[in-house]
């Protein structure tokens, strides 16, 4: 079984640290991350999701001392839920990522008037037109080659 997160976005505030009574450092920090899609009328639209972000110990430490609002990070960790009772005995609760790994990506939070839109989904720039289809002459049988292991590329499961 796996419980696996990865996530490219931006930080939303400065890690927020605690230090415990036992010594143990904690930062939380949310990240957001950007989908951009068409609409069923062909109109692009971008969906921001939030994500709530633990990490601990040396790690911690370093989010404290390397991360701030609106820098880009990519993160690595396993997804977790948590519940607990306010103060006035609700039963909430929270899912969280809790971090094994980040880094620091470069460029940060991506400059609006660019006009690009600096992630890893399409954008309205990323639209390209449609080419006329290009006729090969090496190969007349228009079958898919077999790989060395005598599977077609299109039987793949994934």
Known sequence: MVNRVILIGNLGRDPEIRRLENG???????IATNE?????????????????????????????????KGMGVYVEGKLTHRSWQDQDG???YTTEVVGSYFRIISGGRRDESSGSSGGYFPSPEDEVSPSPQKSSSNDSSGSVPEESGGAA???LPF
């Open 24 to 30: 143990a450092v904690v930062a939380k920090f949310p």
């Open 36 to 68: 951009n899609y068409k609409d069923k009328s062909g109109e692009w639209q971008s969906q921001t999701e939030w994500h709530d972000i633990v990490v601990w110990r040396t790690l911690a430490e370093r989010a404290e001392s390397t991360l701030k």
């Open 90 to 92: 609700n039963t909430r």
């Open 153 to 155: 590329d299109d039987d």
